[in-house]
């Protein structure tokens, strides 16, 4: 088994990655595993059309970083025009979140692209 620490707020995602180790992954296979799982528990805070910044550190070689971060098109549009559209709403995730939502609020997804 591939020695990997697996951190998560969900069991079953911790297990799920613990299971891909166990199977012969290495610790990138087993945070992916990790990450799709635990889409199911927390949907509002986990997604694939989010984004992802992955570093990678293997024995013995430099570190690499995977950048598949969300890309706003209009995010240098100015301030009032980005205003425009965009609903103030709070998320009950984490005791409570501030968010904007609406046209003014879309980026464009990197996870997957990452």
Same mark, same amino acid.
């Given at each position: 088994?591939? &020695?990997?620490?697996?951190?998560?707020?969900?069991?079953?995602?911790?297990?799920?990655?613990?299971? %891909?180790?166990?199977?012969?992954?290495?610790?990138?296979?087993?945070?992916?595993?990790?990450?799709?799982?635990? !889409?199911?528990?927390?949907?509002?805070?986990?997604?694939?059309?989010?984004?992802?910044?992955?570093?990678?550190?293997?024995?013995?070689?430099?570190? *690499? %970083?995977? *950048?598949?971060?969300?890309? %706003? +098109?209009?995010? *240098?549009? +100015?301030?009032? &025009? !980005?205003?425009?559209?965009?609903?103030?709403? %709070? !998320? *009950?995730?984490?005791?409570?979140? +501030?968010?904007?939502?609406?046209?003014?609020?879309?980026?464009?997804?990197?996870? !997957?692209?990452?």
């Amino acid at each position: 088994m591939t &020695r990997v620490a697996i951190s998560s707020s969900s069991q079953i995602a911790a297990d799920a990655g613990a299971e %891909m180790a166990e199977a012969g992954g290495n610790a990138v296979d087993a945070a992916i595993a990790a990450s799709l799982v635990q !889409l199911v528990p927390e949907p509002g805070i986990v997604t694939l059309g989010g984004g992802a910044l992955v570093d990678d550190w293997p024995a013995g070689q430099p570190p *690499d %970083m995977l *950048d598949g971060a969300s890309e %706003m +098109p209009g995010r *240098d549009a +100015p301030a009032e &025009r !980005l205003g425009r559209g965009g609903l103030h709403v %709070m !998320l *009950d995730y984490g005791g409570g979140t +501030p968010t904007t939502v609406g046209y003014a609020s879309v980026a464009t997804p990197g996870a !997957l692209a990452g």
